[in-house]
């Protein structure tokens, strides 16, 4: 059984930073593409950011760009991270893990496997 675990939500101030990390288990996930995406109260899931199998792919939303970095660890290629920083309260959030055949297919909504989510809470 595929499972994606999300961790490292919480409360942070307006300018603050958080770091997001996702355990993935059940099989490998070496070939596959990972990311996060993200939903906000009375709003649509909406992709944040994507990383290939091998990490040498990276796509991320226009809204997070500069702000967000998304790493994939080399000895663990089961684990993805994402890295947020400059937070603003428009950035709140459940932050979704997701697994997906290709980075940029999994950026358009190709999503194989989706984690239960984290929430992310940025007070102003």
């Known amino acids: 059984q595929v499972r994606l675990v999300e961790s490292g939500g919480g409360l942070v101030q307006a300018g603050g930073s958080l770091s997001l990390s996702c355990a993935a288990s059940?099989?490998?996930?070496?070939?596959?593409?990972m990311g996060w995406f993200r939903q906000a109260p009375g709003k649509e899931r909406e992709f944040v950011a994507t990383v290939s199998g091998t990490g040498s792919m990276i796509h991320y939303a226009d809204s997070v760009k500069g702000r967000f970095i998304i790493s994939r660890a080399n000895a663990d290629e089961n684990t993805v991270y994402l890295q947020m920083n400059s937070l603003k309260p428009e950035d709140t959030a459940v932050y979704y893990c997701?697994?997906?055949?290709?980075?940029?297919?999994?950026?358009?909504?190709?999503?194989?496997?989706w984690g239960h989510g984290t929430q992310v809470t940025v007070s102003s």
């Open positions: 059940g099989r490998t996930f070496s070939g596959y593409a």
């Open positions: 997701a697994a997906g055949p290709t980075a940029a297919s999994l950026s358009r909504g190709s999503v194989r496997d």
